[in-house]
C-alpha cells in the first residue's frame, strides 16, 4: 500500500505519556510522536540517524550538550549515535520524526 491516512495507522505505547504511530519504508520511518505534558523522554542513543519537527506544543530538546526550547515550526538533525533527550513543557505536544535506517522496533 502506498498511501495511508494518519488516523489510520497502527498506534504504539512507548511508555506512559509518549504514543506513537510509525509508518516504515525499505530505508526509513517516518514516526508521529504524541507526548503528554510533563512526559520526559530519557538521554538515549541509537545508531539511526534522527530528524524531526514540532507539529504542535514545545519541548526542551537536549542533544548532546546543546538544550534547547523547541516549538511548532523549529526541527533538528541528531546525527548516528549522539545521546538526546526530551521533555515536554505544559501543553500536549505533536512531533514528526524520520529516522534512517528503519526503526524495526517501532513497527
Known amino acids: 500500500m502506498y498511501h495511508h491516512t494518519i488516523a489510520e495507522l497502527n498506534s504504539k ?33 541509537h545508531p539511526h540517524e534522527q530528524i524531526g519537527t514540532v507539529l504542535k506544543g514545545s519541548l526542551e530538546l537536549t542533544i548532546g550538550d546543546e538544550k534547547k526550547v523547541v516549538k511548532a515550526g523549529d526541527a533538528w538533525c541528531i546525527p548516528s549515535d549522539v ?9 500536549a505536544t505533536e512531533v514528526l520524526e524520520f529516522f534512517a535506517p528503519v526503526r524495526e522496533d517501532y513497527a
Open 13 to 45: 505505547n512507548l511508555a506512559p505519556g509518549i504514543d506513537i504511530k510509525p509508518l516504515n519504508g525499505k530505508k526509513g520511518s517516518m514516526v508521529f510522536f504524541y507526548l503528554a505534558p510533563g512526559t520526559d523522554i530519557p538521554e538515549h542513543t
Open 83 to 91: 545521546a538526546h533527550k526530551a521533555h515536554c513543557l505544559d501543553a
